[in-house]
Structure formats: C-alpha cells, structure tokens
C-alpha cells in the first residue's frame, strides 16, 4: 500500500554510502534503527474497520511523511546537550523500552509464525499464502534452517572468534542466493522469504 515504495530502499543506500565514508575515515558506524522504523510504519497504517468476523483487517492506505521521522531525531540531538537529563533516566527503563519495541516487533515476522506453526498441526494453520502454495515439510524445513542460521549467528557473535561475524553475514547471503534454490523452488522461496504485508497485498489482489 506504500505509494512512495522506493523512498526506504534510496535510506538503505544511504546509510550504505555513510557505513563507506565512516569505515575508510575510521569513524563510528551508523545502522538503521529497524526496530523503530517498522514500529513506525505500523502507527502510520490504516486499516479497515469494517470486515467479517475472523477476517484480517486490510491495509488500506499509510500516511507516507517523513516530519515525525524529523522529529524523533531533531530530539535526539537536542538531548545531547543535556547530558543530566539522559543520565537521570535509569538503565533499566531504557532496556524495558528496547525490549518492549523488539517484542513487539518480533509479533509481524513471517519467522516467528513459522516457529509457532512447528508445534501445531496443520489443520489449525492460519490462513496465510505460504500456507495455501506451499507443502507443511518444506515450511518446516525452512523454518528449521533458518533457526539454525540464527543459532549459529548469535553463537559466533558471543563466541571469542567474533571478528569473523560479517564474514558469516556474507556466507549465508551466498547460500540463500546459491543454497536454497537447491531445496526449495522458485515458488516456495518467493512465498516463504518475503514479508507478510507483500503477501496480504497479493491475497488482497487475487
């Protein structure tokens, strides 16, 4: 439902050419906050408030602007200047905070449904598109993968050899690209890799 799609790919090259110029000068990087910018797409939606019982409300438009995005940054510099007002908040309602955005953020992804539907049986399956084109062992094969993926990531970056870490990034881009369409199909990759909201767009279509 986004009219102005490309506007967070043109951000990602952005932040790209920043992480570039901070590398070659040796300065700290900078990294998209995607847990508040999801959150902030979300607040953003507008969905349908008339629909049958059961039914998934639709998306029906997103107010597309950047003056809240302003905003929140403006404020953030600001509190630079006063360093008091940062250093009374204590540690743990700021962690209370990043935890609660990250909960809540977890609730959308397409993974953490998959896992969930690991511990159910297929009849009780909600009604997504993955669940209709794709067959229940390569849904769980792709979550098991996935999660493995996960595990070995989170391992390595609390492991000693932590340095490799972007190497790792880059070998599983490779086998994403080159690995699993081994496994899965053209078709099971498309509807199993994507986000949900790509997916309801197209059920919405059909």
């Known amino acids: 439902r986004l009219v102005k799609g490309s506007s967070p790919n043109w951000d990602t090259l952005l932040m790209g050419i920043i992480l570039l110029i901070c590398s070659l000068f040796g300065l700290p990087w900078l990294c998209a906050d995607s847990i508040r910018t999801m959150t902030h797409i979300k607040t953003l939606t507008v969905y349908s408030k008339h629909h049958a019982p059961g039914e998934r409300p639709r998306v029906l438009y997103i107010y597309e602007q950047r003056i809240t995005i302003v905003l929140v940054h403006l404020l953030v510099g600001i509190l630079l200047f006063f360093p008091t007002v940062i250093q009374s908040i204590p540690l743990a309602v700021l962690l209370g905070v990043f935890l609660f955005l990250g909960f809540v953020s977890l609730s ?69 690209r080159y690995g699993m369409p081994r496994i899965f199909s053209h078709t099971e990759i498309h509807e199993l890799d994507r986000e949900d909201s790509e997916s309801e767009d197209e059920s919405d279509a059909e």
Do not use: N
């Open 108 to 176: 959308g992804l397409q993974f953490v449904k998959r896992f969930k539907m690991l511990f159910m049986s297929s009849k009780y399956f909600p009604d997504y598109s993955f669940t209709k084109k794709v067959r229940t062992p390569k849904i769980h094969l792709f979550t098991i993968l996935q999660l493995i993926f996960t595990v070995v990531m989170f391992g390595i970056k609390l492991s000693p050899v932590s340095a490799i870490f972007p190497l790792l990034v880059v070998g599983i881009a490779i086998i994403r």
